[in-house]
């Protein structure tokens, strides 16, 4: 079922058109480029040939303004920490350049040069677990050793803060922005176009999100949701920065704009309304000037163009529709399809329903039912209930292969829109943070419940499953719910919720969950934390998931939590766990361990509901 041509959206610079293409089963993307949009495309980058199996991924790139050169960012076994090289795409030549011990980072082109970030060199044995401390942003210039990168930024004062660099497209103002966790940053600006001009920081508090869009001119343009749950757009002139002179362009409104760009000198921005997407186009006032027309429920990829350029590009896909590229014309605002997958799936005889339930607390959640137009209620369905509920992450449609022999089975594909997310903005994620946590389990055993209650499904046809933050939540689920479902995936979770902070990136989580360094978070972290909840019960089920190279949440939270829930499993339900080789946190994950992951997940389902799947 994999195996079927995908596209990216493609990206132009100097006039060429890059993408990237995978034919169906090839562990990884191959990147293209096109002397003209429909003109034959020629090879630059194939990540396959990185690892003879397909582990070492290209995790990040970035093109120099003219066009000349390609950073190429790579991952080995799925690990945060990245290797940066250059390719010169008019010789083809990769370059002798080579940036070690990056992570949390990108490549920002200046000339001849690029910004990036990066840690010290780690000591000793603790390579993928040891606390990342004294991120900095340093300026590589190309034929130099990395030894003579300049430092551009460091706190050293405060050695648990992260820096990231980037530039305005005409490369005029460096962007600099710090950061204590997943939200919230400092935000600093410097005018390159003058000599000897020195960052200056226009906003020093962690308290909001701040990001610049770009520039005309003198002017700068952010999206922030300081003082607007909702976010909304901001612009300053660079000759009076001081952020009591900012102008509103685009004020806060009941949905949330959740991306902002400029395109052919207009604002393209794209909400979230009830969990899915829509697109208005502004001008650069902010008079709003047309809403995009789109097939579907559904989710729009980022936009890619230039500020300057008459057209751009996007994607689109839905819970029933594959990833579908397309080519807007911003002059005209029109859309065409530039790439549609072809695939042995029609549209037609599925259907994706929106359902709103009460949580314990009152509060209405959201959730998405994807089904045959002929599924039939009558709490027999073989479901998979599906949620996120963290750090201010939508979880918007999208499609899935893996999910398609769920419903062919006549089953359901169930998502839950739940707190700690950010489909309704600011307000929606606090309310699932740090004392108030609990709203999150809540509003998904509710989702659960609500699907055995309307006869949707039954306990034993239902299946729960969630990843890294929302492995927690399904560690949490079933400790505090053993009788909630048949069968349970926590994959890669954060499950020892007292010592998280002290491995990798993990301090950075804090804002959401609070530490046990404070009696008050150790008071209310101990109730949930699933390793230390797994008492005696008859758990559902149980496929534990985890990877050997994953350095965003270690896999010790996973060991640890499998030994407790096996000691702790007092029915005849299976309590295992899977754990990957060479393998991480799942971004760069090559299609092989995908289809091995997604066929043992599969089986393990359809078994433990004593079904025997169509596999026609």
């Known amino acids: 079922?994999?195996?079927?041509?995908?596209?990216?959206?493609?990206?132009?610079?100097?006039?060429?058109?890059?993408?990237?293409?995978?034919?169906?089963?090839?562990n990884q993307d191959v990147l293209y480029v096109s002397d003209q949009l429909k003109s034959e495309a020629r090879m630059v980058i194939d990540p396959n040939t990185f690892s003879k199996d397909g582990t070492t991924s290209l995790s990040s790139y970035s093109f120099s303004k003219d066009g000349k050169y390609l950073s190429i960012m790579t991952s080995e076994g799925g690990s945060d920490w990245n290797k940066i090289m250059v390719k010169d795409l008019v010789t083809g030549n990769i370059l002798p350049d080579t940036i070690l011990w990056v992570k949390f980072s990108g490549a920002a082109w200046q000339k001849d040069g690029f910004y990036y970030s990066r840690y010290p060199e780690p000591k000793g044995t603790g390579l993928l677990s040891a606390k990342n401390e004294y991120h900095a942003v340093f300026f590589h210039k190309l034929g130099t050793s990395q030894k003579e990168d300049k430092l551009i930024f460091q706190d050293k004062k405060f050695p648990l803060r992260n820096c990231y660099a980037s530039l305005t497209e005409d490369e005029r103002f460096l962007v600099v922005s710090g950061s204590e966790s997943t939200s919230g940053n400092s935000l600093g600006i410097q005018d390159m176009s003058k000599p000897g001009s020195k960052l200056q920081w226009l906003v020093s508090k962690f308290s909001d999100d701040y990001s610049v869009i770009g520039n005309i001119g003198d002017q700068i343009f952010v999206h922030t949701?300081?003082?607007?749950?909702?976010?909304?757009?901001?612009?300053?002139?660079?000759?009076?920065?001081?952020?009591?002179?900012?102008?509103?362009?685009?004020?806060?409104?009941?949905?949330?704009?959740?991306?902002?760009?400029?395109?052919?000198?207009?604002?393209?921005?794209?909400?979230?309304?009830?969990?899915?997407?829509?697109?208005?186009?502004?001008?650069?006032?902010?008079?709003?000037?047309?809403?995009?027309?789109?097939?579907?429920?559904?989710?729009?990829?980022?936009?890619?163009?230039?500020?300057?350029?008459?057209?751009?590009?996007?994607?689109?896909?839905?819970?029933?529709?594959?990833?579908?590229?397309?080519?807007?014309?911003?002059?005209?605002m029109t859309s065409e399809v530039f790439f549609s997958p072809k695939l042995e799936f029609n549209p037609d005889e599925y259907k994706t329903e929106q359902v709103w339930y009460t949580s314990k607390d009152g509060t209405k959640v959201p959730m998405f039912l994807t089904s045959k137009k002929s599924l039939v209620k009558n709490g027999n369905a073989p479901t998979l209930l599906y949620a996120y509920g963290g750090f201010d992450i939508s979880v918007l449609p999208s499609f899935s292969i893996t999910r398609v022999p769920i419903i062919e089975n006549d089953g359901i594909y169930a998502v839950a829109?739940?707190?700690?997310?950010?489909?309704?903005?600011?307000?929606?994620?606090?309310?699932?943070?740090?004392?108030?946590?609990?709203?999150?389990?809540?509003?998904?055993?509710?989702?659960?419940?609500?699907?055995?209650?309307?006869?949707?499904?039954?306990?034993?046809?239902?299946?729960?499953?969630?990843?890294s933050n929302g492995g927690l939540l399904i560690g949490a689920c079933i400790t505090q719910r053993p009788d909630l479902c048949k069968v349970a995936f926590p994959a890669v979770g954060v499950l020892d919720m007292l010592r998280y902070h002290k491995f990798t990136i993990g301090w950075a989580w804090a804002t959401d969950y609070g530490t046990s360094e404070t009696k008050e978070?150790?008071?209310?972290?101990?109730?949930?934390?699933?390793?230390?909840?797994?008492?005696?019960?008859?758990?559902?089920?149980?496929?534990?998931?985890?990877?050997?190279?994953?350095?965003?949440?270690?896999?010790?939270?996973?060991?640890?939590?499998?030994?407790?829930?096996?000691?702790?499993?007092?029915?005849?339900n299976p309590m295992l766990i899977r754990i990957d080789v060479s393998a991480g946190h799942g971004a760069g994950k090559p299609t092989s361990k995908r289809i091995d992951e997604a066929a043992d997940l599969l089986s393990f389902m359809f078994y433990n509901f004593k079904i025997k799947p169509n596999i026609n």
């Open 521 to 572: 978070g150790f008071d209310y972290l101990i109730k949930y934390s699933p390793v230390h909840n797994a008492r005696p019960a008859q758990y559902p089920a149980t496929m534990i998931c985890t990877a050997d190279h994953d350095d965003r949440v270690v896999p010790a939270h996973s060991f640890k939590f499998a030994a407790a829930m096996q000691a702790a499993q007092q029915g005849d």
């Open 417 to 467: 829109n739940i707190r700690g997310g950010g489909e309704f903005g600011k307000e929606w994620h606090q309310s699932g943070t740090l004392a108030r946590k609990q709203n999150v389990f809540d509003d998904f055993i509710g989702a659960a419940d609500f699907l055995v209650a309307e006869k949707y499904t039954s306990r034993d046809r239902l299946a729960i499953e969630g990843r």
């Open 225 to 332: 949701n300081q003082n607007a749950p909702n976010w909304k757009v901001l612009s300053f002139s660079a000759s009076s920065p001081d952020i009591k002179n900012w102008k509103e362009v685009i004020p806060e409104g009941k949905d949330v704009l959740q991306n902002i760009g400029i395109f052919g000198g207009k604002l393209v921005a794209t909400f979230i309304h009830d969990a899915s997407s829509t697109v208005k186009i502004f001008d650069l006032e902010g008079k709003e000037l047309k809403k995009l027309e789109l097939p579907e429920i559904g989710t729009v990829g980022g936009f890619s163009g230039d500020q300057d350029d008459d057209e751009a590009f996007y994607s689109f896909s839905s819970f029933i529709r594959p990833n579908t590229i397309y080519r807007y014309d911003m002059k005209s």
């Open 1 to 26: 079922m994999f195996n079927y041509e995908k596209s990216s959206t493609p990206i132009k610079k100097a006039g060429k058109y890059y993408f990237f293409k995978n034919n169906g089963l090839q």
